[in-house]
Nanobody, 122 residues
Framework: QVQVVESGGGLVQAGDSLRLSCAAS????????MGWFRQAPGKEREFVAA???????DYGDSVKGRFTISRDNAKKMVYLQMNSLKPEDTAVYYC????????????????WGQGTQVTVSS
């Protein structure tokens, strides 16, 4: 089993930056694909970013060029650096782990954090 806990959300102004952190509890952290998803009120969960054990990354179209995902396998941590935040980035952000080699589908992620709220005001 894997437990993930994300933190770092908050209330910021448009154009500001924010860094989210995700701590994973697993002996085989490097074997998991790690991803970030977000969900705004009344909307479905949206893929934000993912990173493989080797560091390969991909991003959702809406955040490309603004967000950066990274991981520290030694510390069993995953991060999401969010720059140039927009009001439409407002959502609950979730960290998740998947045993799949690569996927951007939320249903393919096996373990989820509790979520952290990010609110961006105009």
């Amino acid at each position: 089993q894997v437990q993930v806990v994300e933190s770092g959300g908050g209330l910021v102004q448009a154009g500001d930056s924010l860094r989210l952190s995700c701590a994973a509890s697993t002996r085989t952290f490097t074997r998991y694909l790690m991803g970030w998803f977000r969900q705004a009120p009344g909307k479905e969960r949206e893929f934000v970013a993912a990173i493989t054990w080797a560091g390969a990354t991909d991003y959702g179209d809406s955040v490309k060029g603004r967000f950066t995902i990274s991981r520290d396998n030694a510390k069993k941590m995953v991060y999401l650096q969010m720059n140039s935040l927009k009001p439409e980035d407002t959502a609950v952000y979730y960290c998740a782990a998947s045993s799949t080699t690569w996927t951007v589908v939320d249903a393919n992620y096996d373990y989820w954090g509790q979520g952290t709220q990010v609110t961006v005001s105009s």
